[in-house]
């Protein structure tokens, strides 16, 4: 992956059903850690590896996200004498270029990737799910970059070990050793069937692909629940490029259900400098009065 990613999908078409009753009027991706949409959190990191153009990918009745990066002068004027809450209040439309699709239809999150091929174009990209929060520095787009530095046309995609009765929820990789964390992908599967899982090695969501992938993706067919899955895709761009799967650095906060969101945002609260204390305070209290 010599040539450097200017661009990064951020699919959130899906309908956040584990969010439900919220999820009828705020996407889940604009569901916060503290204070900050999981959204909020994933372009950052995309910024920081020097990503400039991010596509959303969402569906109808998904407005809330385009309205989240638009500016806001009504507000920036109320708010003109504080710069601290005008710093807040632009946080999310300056980090990067954020353009939107729509995918009208909910086949999977291979067909939502494949919705931004033409908003992609013919480049590397990356590809978020914003529901995996890894709070890091640097952040695993970063470290994945380093990883596979100097591998021209290779594809990657982030991994980290889970519980064996844990495998079937996920994307899994079957792969050799390839040095400092890194593996070379022979294989993978999406939501392996108990006992029939290659490895351990689950897909978590940061992928670095080349163009490609657009051409594997129109080839794949419906998969796990019936989606065209992007792991099926990366199963078959593996046929013409090599593959990567990168350990990485940094705790992974599930923010796709609720207890791991709740999780993230303790966890989150109990570092940041002017919320550790009373963080601390009242996780103890909690703990004591259990
Ligand atoms: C998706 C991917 C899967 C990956 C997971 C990581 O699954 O299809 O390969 O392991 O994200 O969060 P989903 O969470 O949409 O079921």
């Known amino acids: 992956m010599c040539a450097a990613i200017r661009k990064a999908v951020i699919p959130a078409a899906g309908l956040g059903t584990r969010f439900l009753p919220v999820t009828r009027s705020v ?37 809330g996200i385009a309205e989240y990066f638009r500016p806001r ?17 632009r946080s999310g439309a300056n980090l990067a270029d954020v353009s939107f ?3 009208e239809e909910p086949l999977g999150l291979g067909h939502a990737v ?41 594809a990657a995609v982030a991994v980290e070990r889970v519980p064996w009765e844990l495998v079937q929820n ?36 940061r992928y670095l692909l080349p163009p490609q992938v657009f051409d594997c ?29 990168c350990e990485f650095e940094g705790i992974r906060y599930d923010g796709g259900n609720p207890l791991g969101l709740l999780r993230a945002s303790i966890e989150h609260a109990l570092k940041r400098d002017d919320t550790r204390d009373a963080a601390a305070d009242l996780v103890r209290r909690l703990a004591a009065e259990l």
């Open 27 to 63: 996407p889940k991706e604009l569901l916060p850690i503290l204070d900050r949409p999981m959204l909020q959190y994933v372009v950052e990191e995309a910024a920081e590896a020097g990503i400039t153009d991010v596509i959303v990918v969402t569906s109808p009745g998904k407005e």
């Open 170 to 205: 996920y994307g899994v990789v079957d792969s050799e050793p390839a040095g400092e964390g890194r593996h070379r992908v022979r294989g993978m599967v999406e939501k392996p069937p108990p006992g029939t899982a290659p490895s351990n090695l689950s897909i978590v969501g």
């Open 114 to 154: 494949l919705t931004a091929r033409e908003a992609v174009g013919a480049e590397p990209f990356a590809v978020i799910l914003p529901d995996d929060i890894v709070d890091h520095s640097p952040g695993v787009l970063s470290q994945m970059m380093a990883a596979v530095a100097g591998e021209d046309g290779a």
């Open 101 to 103: 699709v729509i995918q």
């Open 217 to 245: 993706l129109e080839r794949t067919p419906p998969g796990a629940r019936g989606e065209i899955q992007l792991t099926d895709g990366l199963a078959l761009l593996m046929e013409d490029v090599a593959v990567y799967a």
């Open 73 to 89: 002068p009504d507000l920036e004027t109320r708010l003109s004498d504080d710069a601290q809450l005008l710093e807040k209040v």
